[in-house]
């Protein structure tokens, strides 16, 4: 215990920032040692003064300055001057003072601790450089400090200070990581101290009557110069106007955005003041080192900052695992050509239509605010219409609709906004909502969005939550980030209205007219989707550039005498089999059956020996020829006759494990639905009359029994009249299964 803290006061000196007067958000110099623990580097940090100046405000804090009380004394070890006087080296010897109690100085054996410091002042190039190492325990610990103020890029009486510095515990008893942890600690609790320095001795300058000092100019004589602060009455005035003048000079004055791509492009602390918002030293520094390293890797598009800033912020500042982060979502960015996605996508009629969610001016704290009115949207007739991928894209569009209206935003109100807020109106939420593949696609599309689009959501404002609402939540909150969650408010019925509610967050003025407001929302209320409209699996599957790997929904063709067969292993009884398909061509006889054997693999057609395709080749048949109904295998519930059009939901618990077989077989004549093996006259005949073939689309899932009461499956979610669901339903109480079809 008693090593470790005198790590943290060892490091700590870095906190103090004695030598550079100035802010300490730090990196460590490329060249540093490979195995140190934490790198700093500060963002552009600009005093409106000239040079002169502010190298005779610092000059000041030598030997010691109250300002600074840690700071012991210093003394000068060495000093030189070039010929011409132009450039000043100074070395330094520093006492830094531990703040520690007695006892422990005592165990250390040391009272005071001390570093080492050249200063490098290049009058000519009106440069100062500031390097630093400890020069107490570095066996043990390693702590390097660069420091440089130079000109204003864009204005010559301005002057720049930027800042890296690395700690390196190399060993230290076994604590090096929690030394470093505490050092930080204090580290970002007095960071502000040497900006604080600099201004206190401009403004003792300026009572001094001291505002201006002539630039260096060769010395007509022969000798060294040293910086003296001249009368204000012999002082050569610089000019207001900098080097650069007209319509395309640029005004430091108002920080502008920086173009990414460009390692010179630097941040400095006014712009991310203004755009990206307060942050602590230690962030500041993050988000540099990460932008740094985007800028010399990155071979595609760089990110903007408030975007880099949003993968930090969901990792915690953590820099490996945000880089990690960022640089998976830039890999998916640039294989699905997601920065193009506004200009390249245009949003079908169909979602144009049926999609119930829009932008709705902004909320209170001037986030953009997307309304959706999920309870009016029909959620199977969108996923069936456009595909998951569809739907997909309509969200990646709002996602990337919203980072253009923070910046949009941003810019209008004078302050940094990063996120949007969401506004869920879920008046009309009922079981329909809760059918299972489309929960599926929710789930699969937030799963797309928590990967890309972190930290984007300011607020979620839920209203009028139905009873059923806490059923989906179960559903869907596991897929969101807890700090995600927190942005949460969900408001029952009509509690929204009046104090406490939506007023505390939107103008009263911009309400929509749908919740009580006078403002017009241009939002459509959605309705049914035709059936006419829905999409086949393989139009679904053949689209090009797809973002998802797979459809949630599969396709299937069914021939006369060769049924299509779908084998689920269950290791545990009672699981839960739920399956919802679509009939879209012909009509099919749908059973279940459950063999404690391992069906084996199909064997070679004998027709296609003789070069002939069979239906059977291309269905491979679960059940074997050979296999008795009621002893190899048993039926688990009565087969359901499927007409073409319809559309079946339902679910089996299962009683035993084994092997379930899904089967759909040609309907026809009872004469030859007899048996579920295939005969040779019906293999021709289904392979001389086209019409003895059927089509589905199916999804099937397996659940645990208690995840299935928990989600209210594909079953209770049919009894809606929003899908006009009719009430033929088929149950079975022996084998706990049951099963409803909508025409």
């Not at 215990?1 to 005198?6: A, E, G, L, Q």
């Not at 940090?45 to 300002?67: G, N, Q, T, W």
């Not at 230690?282 to 080192?289: A, P």
């Not at 939550?465 to 869907?476: G, I, K, Q, S």
Request: glycine residues 6%; proline residues 5%.
């Amino acid at each position: 215990m008693i090593h470790r803290k005198f790590t943290a006061f060892i490091n700590a000196y870095i906190t103090q920032h004695t030598f550079s007067g100035q802010d300490s958000n730090q990196k460590a110099p490329r060249e540093t040692l490979p195995t140190m623990v934490q790198e700093y580097q500060s963002p552009v940090r600009v005093y409106k003064h000239p040079f002169e100046l502010i190298m005779a405000a610092y000059v000041r804090r030598f030997p010691k300055s109250h300002l600074i009380p840690v700071f012991v004394d210093s003394e000068v070890i060495s000093e030189s001057h070039s010929k011409d006087g132009a450039t000043l080296v100074t070395e330094r010897r520093c006492v830094i003072d531990i703040e520690a109690p007695r006892l422990l100085k005592r165990i250390a054996g040391v009272d005071y601790l001390y570093f080492l410091q050249k200063n490098t002042l290049n009058r000519r190039d009106r440069t100062l450089r500031i390097e630093v190492h400890n020069e107490t325990f570095s066996n043990r610990v390693v702590i390097r400090e660069c420091c440089n103020y130079t000109v204003h890029p864009d204005n010559e009486d301005w002057t720049s200070f930027e800042q890296a510095a690395s700690l390196d515990i190399k060993s230290f008893f076994g604590l090096e990581s929690t030394a470093e942890k505490l050092a930080m600690k204090q580290y970002a609790s007095s960071i502000k101290k040497g900006k604080e320095m600099i201004e206190y001795y401009l403004k003792e300058l300026e009572e001094e009557g001291v505002t201006c000092i002539p630039r260096w100019t060769p010395p007509v004589v022969s000798g060294a110069a040293k910086l003296q602060l001249l009368p204000r009455s012999t002082a050569r005035a610089i000019p207001v106007c900098s080097a650069k003048t007209g319509p395309d000079s640029k005004d430091p004055t108002a920080p502008s955005e920086p173009a990414a791509g460009s390692p010179d492009d630097k941040l400095d602390a006014d712009y991310i003041r203004r755009y990206l918002g307060d942050l602590t030293p230690l962030q500041e520094s993050c988000l540099i080192r990460l932008r740094q390293w985007l800028q010399e890797t990155h071979k595609g598009k760089i990110p903007k900052d408030q975007h880099v800033l949003r993968f930090l912020r969901a990792r915690d500042f953590n820099l490996d695992k945000a880089r990690e982060f960022l640089c998976q979502s830039l890999t998916w960015r640039k294989q699905h050509q997601v920065d193009f996605l506004l200009d390249a996508w245009e949003r079908p009629a169909l979602l144009q239509d049926y999609y119930t969610g829009g932008w709705h001016h902004h909320d209170r704290e001037g986030r953009p605010l997307y309304i959706l009115r999920l309870g009016l949207m029909d959620t199977k007739g969108l996923v069936r219409a456009s595909g998951e991928e569809g739907l997909l894209r309509q969200v990646l569009s709002i996602n990337e609709e919203g980072l253009r209206r923070c910046e949009e935003n941003t810019r209008v109100f004078g302050r940094p906004i990063s996120c949007w807020t969401c506004l869920v109106d879920l008046e009309g939420l009922n079981m329909r909502h809760l059918w299972r593949p489309g929960v599926k696609a929710l789930l699969r599309i937030i799963e797309v969005v928590e990967a890309n689009y972190p930290e984007t959501l300011g607020r979620l404002l839920i209203l009028r939550a139905p009873r059923v609402f806490p059923v989906l939540w179960t559903l869907v909150s596991p897929l969101i980030d807890e700090n995600t969650r927190k942005k949460f408010l969900v408001y029952a019925g009509n509690d929204y209205q009046g104090p406490g509610g939506l007023v505390d967050y939107i103008d009263k003025e911009i309400i929509p007219d749908f919740l009580g407001g006078d403002c017009m929302c241009d939002i459509p209320e959605g309705g049914l989707v035709p059936k006419s409209l829905y999409r086949t699996a393989e139009e679904l599957e053949s689209e090009e550039n797809r973002l998802l790997t797979d459809s949630i929904y599969k396709s299937a063709s069914i021939f006369k005498g060769a049924p299509y067969e779908m084998l689920i292993e269950i290791n545990e009884a009672s699981s839960v089999i739920t399956w919802d398909f679509d009939v879209s061509k012909g009509d099919v006889i749908f059973n279940i059956y459950h063999s404690k054997r391992a069906p084996q693999p199909p064997k070679k057609d004998t027709l296609g020996a003789h070069g002939i395709t069979s239906p059977g080749a291309v269905n491979a048949q679960m059940i074997d020829r050979n296999w008795v109904l009621g002893q190899d295998y048993s039926m688990v519930e009565k087969a359901l006759t499927c007409r073409e059009g319809e559309s079946v939901q339902g679910s089996h618990v299962t009683r035993w494990p084994g092997f379930y077989i899904l089967q759909w077989r040609f309907h026809s004549s009872p004469a030859c639905s007899a048996s579920s093996l295939p005969r040779v006259d019906d293999v021709l005949a289904s392979l001389q009359v086209s019409s003895h073939k059927c089509k589905i689309m199916y999804y099937t899932e397996v659940l645990a029994s208690h995840d299935f009461r928990g989600s209210m499956t594909s079953l209770e979610s049919s009894h809606s009249g929003f899908s006009q669901l009719s009430a033929a339903t088929t149950s079975s109480s022996q084998s706990h299964a049951s099963s409803t079809v909508s025409r």
